[in-house]
């Protein structure tokens, strides 16, 4: 039996929080949630999520210095990032790929396009494993 993949979400909104944890859940996913940069960061490193869902606007370390510091982290580095965030003029979303954001996603987002994003990236994610274990051998 295949093990759950594993979502973080860090967000300081509590509701949006609350809405994504709910339908990454019913999807399928285990969610680790985190309201801010500097917690979400140590959950990353601690837990190894296969994916984090990261918004922008944030007390404290922003989302764009949390991006920086998880793809500066050995143990996270290899780790998909999707901006979430309301965001959306071109310096911002060129700000994102710059710190090594994979995706960029505007709120509010559509859910349905969103799971797709997310199940597209894990499936490629494992195909790259898979592949690489392959030419090991």
């Given at each position: 039996m295949q093990q759950k993949q594993t979502i973080l979400v860090i967000d300081d909104d509590r509701i949006e929080l609350d809405i994504m944890s709910n339908v990454l859940f019913t999807a399928g996913y285990r969610v680790l949630i985190a309201e801010d940069g500097e917690t979400g960061y140590?959950?990353?490193?601690?837990?190894?999520?296969?994916?984090?869902?990261?918004d922008i606007m944030m007390p404290g370390a922003d989302g764009y210095e949390t991006c920086i510091m998880l793809?500066?982290?050995?143990?996270?580095q290899h780790i998909p990032i999707f901006f979430k965030t309301c965001k959306g003029d071109t310096e911002s979303?060129?700000?994102?790929?710059l710190t090594g954001a994979d995706s960029f996603i505007i709120k509010p987002c559509n859910h349905d396009r969103l799971l797709r994003e997310i199940k597209s990236r894990?499936?490629?994610?494992?195909?790259?494993?898979?592949?690489q274990h392959l030419q090991s051998l």
């Open positions: 140590h959950r990353a490193i601690f837990a190894k999520p296969d994916l984090i869902l990261l793809k500066g982290n050995k143990r996270t979303i060129a700000a994102g790929y894990l499936a490629l994610d494992r195909l790259n494993l898979l592949q």
